[in-house]
């Protein structure tokens, strides 16, 4: 089974505050996604990444960076949090054909 | 840019029957089309997948199918059980870009 871990399933942090997600999957896949996912509007794909220390933007990159120094890791940053930060976040990877996507559990954050 | 729609927001059926979900796409067919599941507060779960050139897949209660004329994927779960209520998610694929999620449909099988 593919196994993909997130760091922490809740989070709570002060605005401003540097923020760091981690993600690991263990299927050796390629590809590595972080979205957000708020109420009313589904997923939204922050950033990901289709080889090591390689990322791309996606849909809202705005106010996160992300480090992807090894295959099987893939990390979030929120360099000063703000508190429209707050909402929940899943990591997921892909082979190579982008044939489906396997999700971690998400981290729920709360900025305050 | 690729839209998706889901039927409908919430839909509630009896345990016992058959439920259908339904999504639809704008643009040119995807490569695959894959369901999901997601239970609250968690991450998506896959659940099937169907290519581009399949009309239809099973796996145990579950049922997919895809009319690339109708741009439409119908998702059925026979004999419906409260524990499989939960939102499902439709997502589309294309060789070599990212994945498009449409907005979930929260299914209550009620006993």
């Known amino acids: 089974d593919v196994k993909v871990t997130q760091s922490s399933r809740y989070l709570v942090k002060r605005t401003g505050e540097k923020v760091f997600l981690e993600c690991v999957q263990d299927m050796d896949h390629e590809n590595m996604f972080w979205y957000r996912q708020d109420p009313g509007l589904g997923l939204r794909l922050i950033y990901f990444s289709y080889d090591v220390k390689m990322k791309e933007k996606g849909d809202i990159p705005e106010g996160y960076s992300v480090s992807r120094e090894k295959k099987e890791r893939f990390s979030l940053i929120l360099e000063s949090a703000s508190t429209n930060q707050t909402s929940m976040y899943l990591c997921?990877?892909?082979?190579?054909?982008?044939?489906?996507?396997?999700f971690g559990p998400g981290t729920r954050l709360l900025v305050l | 840019s690729q839209k998706i729609e889901q039927n409908s927001e919430a839909l509630n059926i009896q345990e016992g029957k058959t439920a259908t979900l339904t999504c639809n796409y704008t643009n040119y067919s995807p490569a695959y089309l894959q369901w999901y599941r997601q239970d609250p507060g968690r991450g998506p779960v896959f659940l099937l997948l169907?290519?581009?050139?399949?009309k239809e897949k099973r796996k145990e209660r579950l049922k997919v199918t895809f009319d690339t004329t109708l741009k439409q994927s119908l998702f059925h779960i026979t004999a419906s059980q409260p524990a499989d209520s939960a939102t499902y998610l439709c997502?589309?694929?294309?060789?070599?870009?990212?994945?498009?999620f449409g907005p979930g449909t929260r299914l209550s099988v009620l006993p």
């Open positions: 997502a589309l694929s294309y060789y070599g870009q990212n994945f498009v």
């Open positions: 997921a990877s892909s082979g190579g054909t982008r044939e489906t996507q396997y």
């Open positions: 169907i290519r581009e050139n399949e």
